[in-house]
């Protein structure tokens, strides 16, 4: 069973549209992140959010996190093709001695021309 | 540039043949870990070394082993590769204490025939 859940699993949209990824739990997490990871590469780190309720934007990535810090939510406005890749939620326990990281299982987005 | 560097990036071995992944970073950090990602899947964390202490995952299989040499190079090796571990390994590393910001390499795809 996934400590996070992601939704949708795969998303697939024209550029300029916009999509929302949702990361869910029934955990609290002290802090939770959001990776994007493309084909053959490793997960690169987007952003880190650490207080519920907290809204951060990288240019077209809007980021939130819930106020019980129980879930989080991605989205990307006017979507362009260099969008594509997988998006992976990841959180670490507030319960965790030392603070491993649980991935939900992340969302493929496929934006096409 | 500072950076998590995997080699190689595909590896192709066969049934029993004992394989090793290596790791080497430059960002001088403290903790590094090595996480197995199957397709369409989370990474899943088989274990990570604090500096020269090694802590494995309760369900990491006894196939996996890892070294770490010093705190630049981490290697995973995998002792008889079974069909089932045909995945991407990924190598992370981190600051003490930030778990939450963690760098990945770009993973070695292995492929056991």
């Known amino acids: 069973t996934q400590l996070l859940e992601q939704s949708p699993q795969f998303l697939s949209i024209q550029e300029g549209e916009n999509l929302t990824v949702y990361c869910n739990s029934s955990?609290?997490?002290?802090?939770l992140q959001w990776y994007r990871q493309e084909p053959g590469e490793g997960p690169v780190l987007l952003v880190t959010?650490?207080?519920?309720?907290e809204v951060k934007k990288l240019k077209r990535l809007t980021f939130q996190f819930g106020d019980a810090r129980k879930d989080s939510s991605l989205h990307i406005t006017a979507a362009q093709t260099g969008d594509t890749g997988l998006y992976l939620c990841a959180g670490q326990m507030t319960t965790d001695s030392w603070g491993k990281l649980q991935f939900g299982a992340g969302t493929q987005v496929v934006v096409t021309p | 540039d500072a950076m998590v560097i995997q080699n190689p990036r595909y590896q192709v071995t066969q049934f029993g043949k004992p394989v090793t992944l290596s790791c080497s970073q430059t960002?001088?950090?403290?903790?590094m870990y090595w996480y197995q990602q199957k397709s369409s899947q989370a990474p899943k964390l088989l274990f990570h070394y604090y500096d020269k202490d090694f802590n494995n995952e309760a369900d990491t299989p006894d196939n996996f082993q890892s070294r770490r040499p010093n705190t630049s190079f981490c290697f995973l090796d995998i002792r008889s590769p079974g069909l089932g571990d045909a995945a991407m390994y990924l190598c992370?590393?981190?600051?003490?204490?930030?778990?939450?910001?963690?760098?990945f390499g770009p993973g070695t795809r292995l492929t056991v025939l």
């Open positions: 959010v650490v207080t519920g309720g």
């Open positions: 955990s609290v997490f002290s802090s």
């Open positions: 992370a590393t981190s600051e003490a204490g930030l778990a939450d910001r963690q760098f």
């Open positions: 960002l001088n950090h403290n903790v």
